[in-house]
Structures are given as structure tokens and as C-alpha cells.
């Protein structure tokens, strides 16, 4: 029985210390990502767009209304009380910092996601060009076609499923939005139709459900995210060592 537990403990403290790695790796290759100014171009937007959102829908969707109500005066109004609202203007601390973080996160996401998505495609575009310069038997190139298609299509599928997963967090976190201290919260008419007038007394505590399910899915899959854009980053740097040699070796 103690070498079974002993055993147990290994794999769990084993299992630990790999997802302590990862997230390293992850932060490293996030890092990694900051320091190309197209990232933070598609942050910036990001951010903007789904902060502003994610604020206009806090409120229910009386902000909405009132959105739809005015004129374009009244518009500009709404959209920028919305977009101060996320910096905490006429907001608690709590409900800022759930909003924030929330925007934080998912602006972070989705810039990674594009920025994968573009190495990818520059990553293949590079080398077809390599392969018509060479010029291959037909032959090798059949043969090397076929492996990068299928590398190809498993990147295709990661980056579908990367897109999958921020489009539902994206959801949720919209979803799970409101005030959860006045327990006014954008499921409160769907809850009223399920339990009636105890929506409000719900509504929080199912708002907290869906918005920490959403943080879950957003910060697993900007780990996975992560160690990714780690290996690109390390792809690059033997790219350019290779380089290098190769102009030295000219050279000389």
C-alpha cells in the first residue's frame, strides 16, 4: 500500500512539475511574441472591440437599447462610457478587475492565434518557393508533398481548434458577463424563463460558473498557445544560425 502511494505521489508531483514547464515554456514564447510590434497592433484591436463589448453587455441589454435609441451622438456616448468602463470609470474594483482581466486574456488569445496562423502560412509559402528553385525529381517531391500535406492538415486542424476554443470562452465570458453584486447578469431573462421570479437570486452564482469555466478555457489554451509560439521562436533563431553560416561560408 505505501509503494502504491509512493508511486502516486511521483506521477502527481511528475505531472506538476510538466505543467510548471509548460507554463514556462509558454510565458517564454509569449514574451517571444511581444517583441514583434504586429502582435501588439492585433492586441490593441482586440482589446478595444471585445473590452467594449464585454462592458455594453455588463449592463444587460438596457446599454443596447439605449445604443439603438440615440442618435449618433448618443451612440459615440454610449460606446465610450462602455469603453471607459473598462478602465473602472463608474465601476467597483471587483467588477473592473473581472472585466478587465477577461479582456486581458481573450485580447491575448486571439493575437496569438493570428500570429501562429501567419507564421504557418509564410512557413509553407517559403517552402514551395525553396522546392520550385530547387527543382526536385517529381519523384522526392511527390514523397516530401504528401508529408507536408499531412503537416499541413494537422496545423490546420490546431488552428481550427485554437479558433474553436476562443470563440467559445468568448461566448461564456459574454455570456457569464454582468454585475454580479446587483445580480443583474445577461442570463437573468433566461433564468427567469426557467425559474421565474429566483432568477435573481441565481444569477450570480451561475454568472461566477460560466465566467470561471471561460478564464479555464482561455489560460489553457494560451499555454498551449504558448509553448507553440516557443518552438516557432526557437525554429526561427536555427533558421537564422543556419543562415548565417551559409553567408559566412560564401563569403569566405
Known amino acids: 500500500m505505501k509503494g502504491k502511494g509512493d508511486g502516486g505521489n511521483r506521477n502527481l508531483k ?24 504586429r502582435f501588439w497592433v492585433i492586441f490593441a484591436v482586440v482589446f478595444v472591440i471585445f473590452g467594449t463589448l464585454l462592458s455594453m453587455f455588463t449592463s444587460g441589454f438596457s446599454a443596447f437599447n439605449l445604443f439603438f435609441a440615440s442618435d449618433f451622438g448618443g451612440k459615440m456616448s454610449v460606446i465610450a462610457s462602455a469603453f471607459l468602463a473598462l478602465f473602472g470609470v463608474g465601476r467597483n474594483f471587483g467588477d473592473f478587475f473581472l472585466t478587465f482581466s477577461l479582456t486581458m486574456l481573450q485580447a491575448l488569445l486571439i493575437a496569438m492565434i493570428v500570429m501562429i496562423y501567419r507564421h504557418r502560412r509564410e512557413k509553407q509559402r517559403t517552402g514551395r518557393r525553396r522546392g520550385a528553385k530547387r527543382g526536385r525529381q517529381r519523384q522526392e517531391t511527390d514523397s516530401k508533398k504528401r508529408g507536408a500535406d499531412g503537416q499541413g492538415q494537422d496545423a490546420e486542424k490546431q488552428d481550427t481548434d485554437a479558433v474553436q476554443n476562443a470563440g467559445i470562452a468568448a461566448f461564456l465570458a459574454l455570456l457569464g458577463s454582468g454585475c454580479p453584486t446587483c445580480g443583474t447578469t445577461l442570463i437573468t431573462p433566461l433564468l427567469s424563463a426557467v425559474v421565474g421570479g429566483g432568477s435573481y437570486a441565481i444569477a450570480g452564482t451561475v454568472s461566477g460558473v460560466i465566467t470561471t469555466i471561460a478564464i479555464i478555457i482561455m489560460i489553457l489554451s494560451i499555454k498551449k498557445l504558448g509553448v507553440e509560439s516557443y518552438v516557432i521562436m526557437l525554429e526561427k533563431q536555427r533558421a537564422a544560425r543556419l543562415s548565417k553560416k551559409e553567408a559566412d561560408g560564401q563569403s569566405n
Do not use: N
Open 14 to 37: 511528475a505531472r506538476l512539475a510538466k505543467w510548471l514547464d509548460e507554463f514556462k515554456l509558454a510565458g517564454l514564447g509569449i514574451l517571444g511574441l511581444t517583441k514583434q510590434p
